[in-house]
C-alpha cells in the first residue's frame, strides 16, 4: 500500500506506509528493518475519481496542530459511495485543500466538530461566508459537543459565527444566497451534543449512522466521532488524551484516526530553537510536556491504543510529519503494535472497501480555483436581499466612483 503527500512537499520528503511489519519512515534514506517506497512508485489520485457503490473515501484535509506550508490544521474529507459527503473539523488553512482537491461548498454542507480549538474551527468562517456565493445555497449543518455552560457549547458558536460575520453576510446578499423554498447559505443549523454521551447518535439518515463519545481533552466539552455505513466504518478522535471510551468504541474499526504528538522534548526543541543545556530548556520541556498531559495522546500511547482495538489500519494525524520524526514515531508504535499503520499528511487519500484498503496520493494544483459548482435551475433560485451591487453603499460614496468609460478602452 502506498502513502500520499501534497506535489510540493514531494520535492523533498518520502512517504512510506506501514502495512503489516512494514513500516512509516521520511527522508531519502529508510530506517533500518522498515521497508518504504520511493516517490516515484506512488499511485497518484485524480480529484473527481468515481467512488463505487460500496466503498468509502477519506481524505485528509488538514493533519497538524502547527499551521504551516505542508500541514494545515485539522480537517478530514469522508466521501460514501452512496453520494453522501461529511467534515470532520475545519481547521485553520485546509479551505485551500478542499478548493485544490476540487470539493465545492455543496458537499461540505454536515461539519462534525470535535470541539472548539481555533486549530480544529479555524476556516469555518471561510466556508460559512463564502459557500453562498459559490453553489451552497441551503444551511450549513453543525454538529459538536455541548459546554458545561451554555455559551461555551456549539449552538452558540454557530450563533455567534452569524453575528460575527454579519457584515459579511450582507455585504454578499446583492448576490443570490437562497432558495425559493425558504433555505438560505447563510443559515447555521446547529446541533449541540451532550460531551458525556457514549454512543449518542450524532446523524441517521440514507444509511450511515454517526455517533459520538466523550473525548478527554483540555476541559470538558470535547467529542470523538464514529461513522458506519455498509458495514464500514471509521473514527475520528479529535484531541484527546488516550481513554477507555476509545478503546471500547474503536474495537472492530475499519479505520482509527487517531491524533498523535511528538515527544515533549522533540516539541520544544522544534518549538524553541533550544537545545539541551540552552537557557531555558528545562522550562520549554515543562511547558510541552504540561500540554502533552493535558492534552494529547503520545507516541507509545498510540501504539498501546491500536494494540488494544486492532483496526484494519491506524491513522496517526495532528502530527508533524518531517524527516526525523516520523522514524522514531513508528519505533515507539511498534513496542506495542505490529499491525497496519499510517502517519497521515495533507491530501493523503484511502480508500475503503469490504475486501482492501488502499491508500493514495493526491495530485493537485497549487494554483487551483473554485471547483466546479453544483447549478441549482434558475427558477429555484430566490431573488437576492438587496437590487445591484451599489445597493448598500451611500450617495457620497457613490459619487466618487471613477466611471467606467474612462478606463474600459476598446472594450466597445
Not at 502513502?3 to 513500516?23: E, N, P, T
Not at 454536515?110 to 474551527?121: A, E
Request: net charge negative.
Amino acid at each position: 500500500m502506498v502513502g500520499l503527500i501534497r506535489r510540493k512537499v514531494l520535492r523533498s520528503l518520502v512517504l512510506c506506509v506501514i502495512m503489516a511489519i512494514a513500516s512509516c519512515a521520511f527522508g531519502y534514506a529508510t530506517y533500518s528493518g522498515f521497508p518504504g517506497q520511493i516517490i516515484s512508485a506512488f499511485e497518484p489520485f485524480i480529484p473527481g475519481e468515481q467512488l463505487a457503490d460500496d466503498q468509502m473515501r477519506i481524505t485528509f484535509m488538514g493533519t497538524s496542530v502547527v499551521p504551516r506550508i505542508a500541514q494545515q490544521c485539522n480537517s478530514v474529507f469522508v466521501e460514501l459511495g452512496n453520494g453522501d459527503s461529511f467534515v470532520f473539523d475545519f481547521g485553520s488553512g485546509v479551505s485551500s485543500n478542499y478548493v485544490a482537491a476540487g470539493i465545492p461548498p455543496s458537499r461540505m454542507d454536515k461539519v462534525f466538530l470535535t470541539h472548539l480549538h481555533g486549530d480544529h474551527v479555524g476556516d469555518l468562517i471561510t466556508l460559512y461566508c463564502f459557500g453562498p456565493s459559490q453553489d451552497r445555497k441551503t444551511p450549513l449543518y453543525l454538529y459538536g459537543p455541548s459546554g458545561d455552560d451554555p455559551e461555551e457549547g456549539t449552538q452558540a458558536f454557530a450563533e455567534n459565527l452569524k453575528k460575527l460575520m454579519k457584515w459579511h453576510v450582507e455585504a454578499f446578499s446583492f448576490l443570490s444566497t437562497g432558495l425559493k423554498d425558504g433555505r438560505d447559505g447563510y443559515e447555521i443549523i446547529a446541533k449541540e451534543l451532550p460531551y458525556m454521551t457514549v454512543g449518542g447518535v450524532a446523524y441517521e439518515e440514507n444509511g450511515v449512522k454517526i455517533t459520538h463519545f466523550p473525548a478527554v481533552h483540555d476541559r470538558n466539552g470535547s467529542i470523538s466521532y464514529k461513522l458506519e455505513w455498509n458495514g464500514l466504518s471509521m473514527i475520528f478522535s479529535g484531541d484527546t488524551i488516550p481513554n477507555y471510551y476509545m478503546i471500547e468504541q474503536a474495537k472492530g474499526i475499519d479505520v482509527l484516526i487517531h491524533e498523535m504528538v511528538v515527544p515533549p522534548e522533540v516539541w520544544a526543541s522544534k518549538n524553541s530553537g533550544l537545545n539541551p543545556g540552552d537557557p531555558g530548556w528545562e522550562r520549554a520541556v515543562a511547558f510541552a510536556l504540561a500540554v502533552q498531559r493535558n492534552s494529547h495522546t503520545s507516541q507509545k500511547a498510540f501504539g498501546y491504543i491500536l494494540s488494544q482495538t486492532n483496526p484494519r489500519l491506524g491513522v496517526a494525524t495532528h502530527f508533524q510529519a518531517n524527516e526525523d520524526t516520523v522514524g522514531p514515531a513508528i519505533e515507539d508504535i511498534r513496542l506495542s503494535y505490529e499491525g497496519p499503520v499510517a502517519i497521515a499528511t495533507d491530501l493523503l487519500v484511502i480508500n475503503v472497501s469490504k475486501n482492501d484498503i488502499l491508500l493514495r496520493r493526491a495530485v493537485v494544483s497549487d494554483y487551483a480555483w473554485y471547483p466546479q459548482p453544483y447549478m441549482y435551475p434558475q427558477d429555484q433560485i430566490a431573488p437576492p436581499k438587496y437590487d445591484g451591487p451599489f445597493a448598500q453603499l451611500n450617495d457620497t460614496l457613490l459619487g466618487s466612483i471613477v466611471p467606467e468609460e474612462i478606463y474600459e478602452v476598446g472594450d466597445k
